[in-house]
């Protein structure tokens, strides 16, 4: 029986990066995974591939809307949806056999198989081909989410989908009805929407991105309705049928009125939840919250001392940089550093176009919490950089303490918010005041300026530009 110093279950942006950090850190390392690629939901069938045909609709979408206005004349672009799919399947299989080469750069042990704990010092991996029980002085558990489902709405994978199915479509929908307008909704609804596909979007709450910053909403909402989205807020779903090729959605409006939406594809985007199945926790006797998420202190320790869990399996944000994040400090933990996450400076995106991108609080926070505070924006049109290139949507916020001008939040809806997002986050990782922002030169032109402009705005309504 093989004795680790560290197994890893999962091998997601949480748990490959655990193991790359642990075997840095000199410990003897194994990375279990049941399926044969490597990456988790991120690399297969979550943030790359769903970027990987966000830009090839994308390019479509130009093609066939602003090329002529930039004076190039070609006939009328046409979608070959089975090449896209496959430029996307590329992407996904090189990124993945880029994880199997950092595995095997840094000597961590790839076991292929079901993981589960016999106890919690051993695990037993039962693979395709094999069958492993190994020893491990510590455990990290990483094994990430999956889509939730609606008790009315089992995924047939077919026509009643969830977003795994959405990367993998052979023809573009006439009328897919999206229930959700959170992230994953809007990424892919965008995908299919510039690719001529008509998409509703049914959201039981009265706006899209709702735990985003209000006015992210707003704007977003705008954008996507030019793209021809159609959005039903505040709509309860209760029931979706599928008859043949045709899917029925029925819901209820804020005023009380059934309402019917006929399809050809339903994709069930509400959420994900935390996936335990088949590990086998009772065995360690881990224990798990209310939510079905495994249990973990601050340092990401279960209830179990030498188990840990990061990532979509745990409380948090179900991000993939949050989950990395994760995986190192865990592995530092164990070499008996002291690490630590500043959670508030997690940034989110929607890679929807124009991107949504944040850090910090949103200002309905802010009220809540009764903090004092002062605001700054700047609409991305007012930019040489974006009349330049016709990206002419979107605006940047910042949010600042109103005594101190220390930033407390930074949202956007502006072209490439996920890279410009990064000057937010070293500017409050450093506790960085409007002004401080306001005083540093941004090359021109960018759409970088647009945050200049915004923390001139903040600090004292001395923008420059509008
Ligand atoms: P996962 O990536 O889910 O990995 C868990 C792994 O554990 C899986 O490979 C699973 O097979 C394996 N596993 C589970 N149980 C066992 C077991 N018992 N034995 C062996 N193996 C097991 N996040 C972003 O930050 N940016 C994005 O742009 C983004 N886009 C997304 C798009 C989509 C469509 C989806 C669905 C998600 C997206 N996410 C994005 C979220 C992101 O994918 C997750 O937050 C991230 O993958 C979580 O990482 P993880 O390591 O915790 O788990
Ligand atoms: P989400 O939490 O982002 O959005 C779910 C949406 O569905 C919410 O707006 C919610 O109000 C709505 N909803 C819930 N139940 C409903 C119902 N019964 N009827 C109608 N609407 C309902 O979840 P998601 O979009 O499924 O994404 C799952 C996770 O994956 C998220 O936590 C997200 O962080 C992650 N993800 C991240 C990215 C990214 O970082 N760019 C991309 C995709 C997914």
Redesign the pocket.
């Known amino acids: 029986m093989t004795q680790y110093d560290v197994a890893v279950i999962g091998s997601g942006p949480g748990g490959y990066v655990a193991a790359i950090r642990c075997a840095q850190l000199g410990m003897k390392t194994a990375i279990i995974e049941k399926y044969n690629t490597l990456g988790g939901t991120c690399l297969n069938v ?2 790359i591939p ?1 970027k990987a045909l966000l830009d090839s609709s994308e390019h479509f979408h130009n093609a066939y809307k602003t090329f002529a206005e930039h004076g190039i004349e070609i006939n009328a672009p046409k979608v070959n949806l089975g090449q896209m799919i496959a430029r996307k399947q590329k992407v996904v299989s090189q990124t993945c056999d880029g994880i199997q080469f950092l595995m095997n750069k840094n000597k961590i042990d790839v076991l292929q198989g079901m993981g589960s704990f016999v106890d919690a010092n051993t695990l037993k991996v039962v693979g395709e081909k094999d069958e492993h029980t190994i020893t491990a002085k510590h455990t990290i558990v990483a094994t990430g ?1 999956k ?2 489902e ?1 008790p009315f709405a089992k995924f047939d994978k077919e026509r009643i989908i969830s ?1 795994t199915e959405a990367l993998e479509l052979k023809e573009i929908p006439k009328h897919l009805i999206i ?9 892919l609804g965008s995908v299919y929407a510039r690719l001529g596909a008509q998409v509703s979007v ?4 009265d706006r ?4 985003m910053d209000g006015t992210m909403s707003k704007e977003l909402t705008k954008s996507l309705k030019k793209l021809g989205v159609k959005f039903f807020m505040s ?3 209760s029931d979706v049928t599928r008859k043949g090729e045709a899917v029925t959605v029925t ?1 209820t409006d804020k005023k009380g009125k059934e309402v019917q939406f006929e399809g050809d594809y339903c994709l069930v ?4 939840k935390a996936y335990t199945a088949g590990l086998n926790a009772e065995a360690a006797g881990l224990k798990l919250d209310d939510r079905g998420r495994i249990d973990v202190n601050e340092k990401l320790q279960t209830n179990v001392a030498n188990i840990y869990a990061i990532g ?1 399996v745990v409380k948090g ?4 940089h949050k989950a990395s994040e994760e995986g190192t400090l865990v592995a530092e933990v164990i070499a008996g550093q002291k690490p630590h996450i500043n959670y508030n400076l997690i940034p ?4 929807t176009w124009p991107e949504v991108a944040a850090v910090g609080k949103t200002e309905e926070q802010l009220k809540e919490a009764g903090v004092a505070y002062k605001t700054g924006a700047f609409p991305i049109k007012a930019l040489g950089r974006a009349r330049a290139s016709m990206d002419i949507e979107g605006t940047v916020k910042i949010l600042a303490d109103a005594s101190t001008d220390e930033i407390l939040g930074m949202h956007m809806i502006a072209p490439r918010a ?1 890279d410009l997002i990064a000057e937010a986050v070293v500017a409050m990782e450093y506790r960085a005041s409007a002004e401080d922002i306001a005083r540093m030169s941004h090359a021109h032109p960018t759409y970088a300026e647009a945050i200049k402009e915004a923390a001139l705005d903040a600090t004292d309504k001395r923008s420059l530009h509008v």
């Open positions: 979550g943030c769903s989410s889509p939730t609606l977003s229930i959700g307008g959170g992230v994953i909704g809007l990424e049914v959201e039981f709450m899209i991105i709702p735990t709509h309860k779903v819901a985007a509400v959420g994900r979509d944000a179900m991000l993939a989110g995106v929607v890679y996920a």
